[in-house]
């Protein structure tokens, strides 16, 4: 009987945990639009998740065919992105914002073509990132409009633009085309303390 009652409660804090995961989930974008590179190219992956209560993550991160023409001190210098009308994010409550060392954060600011963002976040010349890793607080999925911006810099000099007619050291990427949603249901984590409770069980009768 004893075991009984360790087995149920074991079964009871697994499915208690599920349920607080239930709305975690992640959130995949690609910037595939430049303004000195080919469009239609994937440059830069935007992953965001909710899966820390009370804190959206964001990894921002350069794919291959960017970190192909890398040179030296290479990384993303900047980012931007754009909260629904219901969210305020300013100079008030920057401090929601967990950046790199030496980042800083400006509202309402340009990025290139793409044009104003809500939230425009930058890095120093020794400090580019890739990949780029921050966080905001009290920020949910449902509180992001999909589409973003990054400048990266530090390409290699002999890497030269559109039909060779210059050579770059630095562009801007846009994008909003997503790639994947990953929701964690409920169902799955009951599930499997379900499966875990009955094998228990069989294991104790076989005993």
Known sequence: MKQMKTILGTFLIAALLGI?????????????????LEDG?????VTISDDQPGQLDF???????LKEIAGNNFGIASFGFNLVPEVELSRHNKDKLLLPEKWRVRFNKGMGEAGKFDVRL??????????????????GLEDIIP?????????????CGLEGKHCISS???????????????????????????????????RA
């Not at 709305?23 to 690609?30: L, P, T």
């Not at 930058?122 to 920020?139: A, I, K, W």
């Not at 994008?175 to 069980?201: K, Y």
């Open 147 to 159: 589409g973003f911006a990054s400048h990266v810099a530090g390409f290699e000099l002999e890497h």
């Open 20 to 36: 607080s995961r239930a709305e975690a989930a992640s959130a995949q974008y690609m910037l595939d639009q430049s303004n000195a």
């Open 122 to 139: 930058m890095g120093t010349g020794q400090t580019r990132q890739d990949p780029l890793q921050f966080s905001v607080l009290d920020l």
């Open 171 to 205: 562009a801007f990427f846009y994008g909003d085309r997503q790639v994947s949603e990953v929701p964690v249901p409920a169902a799955f984590w009951l599930f499997g303390s379900g499966m875990l409770l009955l094998g228990r069980i069989a294991t104790r009768r």
């Open 41 to 45: 190219v994937d440059y830069l992956m």
């Open 59 to 65: 990894l921002v991160d350069t794919q291959p065919v």
